[in-house]
C-alpha cells in the first residue's frame, strides 16, 4: 500500500486489524490530522495517523504525518477488534523508516504496558525531523511502553513524544524483546490471577486477561532478550509446580515448560 494522502480522518487514516500471512508494508503516504481548509466540526484531530494490525511484519516507510498536536490525536497507534480483543493485546513487533513528523508532537500513544514493541530502523522515528545529529543518535532504537523490568537509563530513556497515554521509553539498538504469552495453566487455582514477573531491573504485574489475539484467557507481555525472570501469581497458595502453554510466534515453537517454586 503506497502514495496515499490521508486528511481530516475522524478515527484513523490508515488502520489495519490483524495480519494473517506475509508481511505488510504502508509506504510513501501523506497523514495530515487536521487542516484548516476542511471542517473539524465533527472529525477533530485524526485519532490515530496510522493504526498498526495485530501480527508480524508491519512496516512504515516513508510516512509523513503532519498536525497531530493536539490531546486525542497521535500520529501511530494500534488496533483494537470489537469482540476479539480492545485491551491487554499486543507486543508485536514493527518497523519504520524515513518518517517526517510536522507539527506533530504526539509521534504515537500507548493505552497499555507492551501494546506494541517499534525498531526504528534509520532514528527518523524517536529522532528529531530535521536534525541530522538527533536522527543519527537514534539509528537502531526500539520504542517500548515504559516499565520497571526496562534496563535503566541510559540504555533504555524516556521518550515522552510517544507517552500520550502511558509513558514509553526508547531503548538502545542492543536491547532486544521477545513476546511472551501464555495461557493453559494449571493448577487451576492460578487462572485469572495477575501475573508478577521479576527480573534484575525491578518488577512488573501482568494482568490475567479474557480475550485475546493469541492466548486467551492467559497472559502477555514483552521480556528483556538475555534477562532471567522469576514468575509468581499475586495471592497465589503455595504451589510446588505448576504448568503453563505458550509458543514463539515467530518460530512457530510449541512447549510445555514445568516450573518449580
Not at 504469552?181 to 487462572?191: D, G, L, T, V
Amino acid at each position: 500500500m503506497k502514495d496515499f494522502v490521508l486528511v481530516n480522518n475522524k478515527l484513523a487514516g490508515y488502520e489495519g486489524k490483524k495480519i494473517i500471512e506475509g508481511e505488510q508494508l504502508f509506504q510513501n503516504s501523506l497523514i495530515v490530522g487536521h487542516a484548516n481548509s476542511l471542517t473539524r466540526v465533527q472529525q477533530g484531530c485524526t485519532r490515530g495517523g496510522v493504526v498498526l494490525p495485530y501480527g508480524y511484519g508491519m512496516k512504515l516507510d516513508g510516512v509523513r504525518f503532519v498536525n497531530f498536536d493536539e490531546s486525542g490525536c497521535a500520529a501511530i497507534g494500534t488496533a483494537r477488534i470489537t469482540g476479539t480483543c480492545s485491551f491487554l493485546c499486543g507486543g508485536f513487533l514493527y518497523h519504520t523508516q524515513n518518517l517526517k513528523f510536522v507539527n506533530a508532537p504526539n509521534k504515537g500513544r500507548y493505552a497499555w504496558l507492551w501494546e506494541s514493541v517499534i525498531k526504528d530502523i534509520d532514528g527518523t522515528l524517536v529522532g528529531e525531523t530535521g536534525d541530522p545529529a538527533s536522527i543519527a543518535a537514534n539509528v537502531g532504537k526500539t520504542v517500548i511502553s515504559t516499565s520497571d523490568t526496562l534496563p535503566p537509563n541510559p540504555t533504555c530513556v524516556p521518550f515522552p513524544k510517544f507517552s500520550t497515554n502511558v509513558a514509553a521509553s526508547a531503548c538502545d539498538p542492543s536491547v532486544k524483546f521477545h513476546r511472551f504469552a501464555f495461557n493453559n495453566i494449571s493448577p487451576s487455582s492460578i487462572k485469572f490471577k495477575d501475573a508478577i514477573f521479576i527480573n534484575r531491573f525491578g518488577n512488573v504485574t501482568n494482568p490475567y486477561r479474557k480475550k485475546a489475539i493469541t492466548h486467551p484467557q492467559g497472559w502477555n507481555l514483552n521480556l528483556v532478550d538475555g534477562e532471567e525472570y522469576e514468575l509468581k501469581f499475586e495471592n497465589a497458595e503455595h504451589l510446588s509446580n505448576y504448568q503453563l502453554r505458550w509458543y514463539d510466534l515467530i518460530f512457530s515453537l510449541s512447549l510445555v515448560v514445568l516450573l518449580t517454586m
